[in-house]
């Protein structure tokens, strides 16, 4: 694992999450004590981490006091389960909650990427609907939607997120290559200037916990 990896996990932690107890990588980034208008609540995109903001977190906390970010299920240096975890829209949201809420978030600035957008338009719907959890009492403070189509029907997949939606999705693990890894997050990221050794790291955390089956 990079040097750079290693930092970005070093000031983690990992909860369980679930009854199976799968582990969640989480990171709390400022003063735990910042309120929600002071509180930036990021989601990462498919097939990256929390590790995707790890360049601009320095900047952000110059604006925000507190950061909370984690790596979804199936991703980053989280596990990677094959079962008892349906990887829904509803249960990432669940999960996305359950961080908050070890953290004791009470709310704040929800910032999402990619596929974390379809994952924070379902926690908007429960805003919008009035079923967030009462803990979560001062709400979201704002929306910012990066990269990423919210809802599904709408949206212009790329062939590969095509293929995993259909029955042959299980058979990707096969076909996936770090050529075509490279392909899809300099896609997704709009931006052609990804180091190398930025792919490769990206490439290291989905390969991390038996990622790649």
Do not use: C
Not at 175 to 183: A, E, G, Y
């Amino acid at each position: 694992m990079s040097p750079h990896l290693e930092a970005w996990k070093s000031d983690g932690q990992y909860i369980s999450y679930g009854p199976f107890e799968h582990q969640l990588f989480v990171k709390q980034l400022g003063s735990s004590e910042a309120p929600a208008d002071k509180t930036l609540l990021l989601i990462h995109g498919f097939p990256e981490s929390s590790y995707s903001y790890h360049a601009v977190v320095d900047g952000l906390l110059q604006v925000f006091d507190r950061i909370i970010l984690f790596d979804m299920l199936g991703y980053g240096f989280s596990d990677k389960p094959t079962e008892g975890y349906t990887y829904s829209l509803f249960e990432q949201a669940d999960t996305v909650l359950e961080v908050w809420k070890h953290f004791g978030v009470k709310g704040g600035h929800m910032l999402s990427h990619d596929m974390g957008d379809s994952v924070a338009t379902e926690i908007v719907a429960r805003h919008e609907n009035d079923i967030l959890p009462i803990w979560f009492s001062d709400g979201l403070q704002s929306l910012t939607f990066t990269n990423g189509s919210m809802v599904l029907e709408l949206a212009d997949l790329r062939i590969t997120q095509k293929l995993l939606l259909s029955r042959y999705g299980h058979l990707m693990k096969n076909l996936l290559s770090f050529k075509l890894f490279d392909q899809q997050v300099r896609s997704a990221h709009g931006n052609l200037n990804l180091s190398s050794e930025e792919i490769q790291s990206l490439w290291d955390l989905n390969q991390l916990n038996d990622g790649h089956k």
